[in-house]
């Protein structure tokens, strides 16, 4: 007997399309990965050393001017409290004096109120607007001379406190304007000296060594430049002596100008350069004045006091003070102020080398003062 025939369906092999897919979807991420990979920016390279010293140093130097805006700000802020304070006191005095002439002026109306009527006394001071009563030229026509005299008094005291009042609110206004140039510049400051920090904290031990090295060799060549201008100096100062002789002509009538006004200076040099060297070694810390740390103006500043000088508190303000010298012409003491923006200043010492409180994580220190661009010297006094 034939077999009879299947109705069965053939197996289909379509099960196998999904693996199929997965691959095809792998290999296909595969390639995009490939691709992107291919085609990403190539990373920023580490910066060199060299652009490493730049930046940390162009960082101090912007701390710097950050500080000098510091302390400017914190020099007006004390100026206007100063003058609030003034103002204040000056607008309770009027309001002292304004009470005292209302009291008398309400003497005079409860007086006249005791005699059974309003006089026009006392109507001017109840009402709400005596301003305008007063103008009233028949009130001003019945009252006794020493009655016109309180009124008098009266009206010229409420004018001179309002303007106290208004003048104590506009100072006060100033006031809180320079302390919010005071906090932002702190902040200024603060930021700089972060960005710096965290800069020479990502540099390896070799990295940092190889900064230190650039240091040195800079530090060695302002020192070269130092010693070429104490030769000059010193050449420039044996020809005046040698031709000191010659001018003398031993008739006695010189005039000696100049003589007094040069040991003048020079007493006060020593007297400078003396509280100077007696910092040595204190820490810089911004916006400092002493006396157990300074920044570069406060340290000026302060050593200048000691000789009975008063500088401003600022390098901007100090460079105006005094004369303008050269710096073949540089004598101990004179200040010597650097970089464009004039944000930081030295106290020349002779040969070439000056004492300066220089930057955050360093102390008052002797230093060539060809270690920065200088931007120009004055002597003050």
Not at 157 to 176: D, F, G, M, P, V
């Amino acid at each position: 007997m034939p077999a009879l025939a299947s109705h069965r369906k053939p197996r289909t092999r379509g099960r196998t399309t999904p693996a199929v897919g997965l691959t095809t979807v792998a290999l296909a991420s595969v390639t995009l990965l490939s691709t992107q990979s291919a085609t990403a920016a190539p990373a920023e390279p580490k910066p060199s050393i060299e652009e490493v010293q730049k930046k940390v140093d162009a960082l101090y130097r912007q701390a710097g001017t950050a500080t000098q805006q510091y302390n400017k700000a914190k020099a007006a802020s004390a100026e206007q409290r100063s003058k609030v304070d003034a103002l204040l006191e000056a607008a309770a005095k009027r309001a002292d004096k304004l009470n005292e002439t209302r009291r008398e002026l309400g003497s005079y109306a409860a007086a006249q109120y005791r005699g059974g009527s309003i006089a026009p006394t006392a109507t001017f001071f109840l009402a709400d607007d005596p301003q305008s009563y007063f103008d009233q030229d028949q009130l001003m026509a019945r009252m006794t001379s020493r009655q016109q005299k309180a009124v008098a008094d009266f009206r010229t005291q409420q004018k001179e406190a309002a303007a106290k009042r208004a003048e104590a609110t506009k100072s006060l206004e100033t006031l809180t304007a320079s302390q919010a140039s005071l906090r932002t510049s702190k902040q200024q400051v603060q930021t700089k000296l972060t960005e710096a920090r965290t800069l020479l904290s990502q540099l390896t031990a070799e990295e940092k060594a190889r900064l230190a090295e650039l240091e040195r060799k800079k530090e060695a060549e302002a020192e070269r430049k130092a010693d070429e201008l104490a030769r000059q100096q010193a050449e420039k100062e044996k020809a005046a002596a040698d031709e000191a002789p010659k001018t003398n002509t031993g008739s006695g009538t010189g005039t000696g100008s100049g003589t007094g006004s040069d040991s003048g200076y020079s007493s006060k040099a020593e007297k400078v350069l003396a509280f100077a060297r007696a910092q040595i070694g204190k820490p810089y810390v911004w916006g400092a004045t002493g006396p157990s740390s300074y920044d570069c103006s406060g340290l000026t500043q302060a050593a200048w006091k000691a000789a009975g000088v008063a500088l401003p508190r600022t390098t901007w303000d100090q460079v105006k003070v005094g004369t303008r010298v050269s710096t073949a012409n540089l004598r101990p003491g004179d200040l010597v102020f650097f970089y464009d923006d004039i944000s930081h200043v030295g106290i020349y010492k002779g040969g070439g080398m000056m004492i300066h409180a220089p930057k955050p994580g360093a102390n008052v220190r002797e230093e060539s003062i060809y270690y920065m661009p200088i931007y120009g010297s004055v002597r003050p006094s």
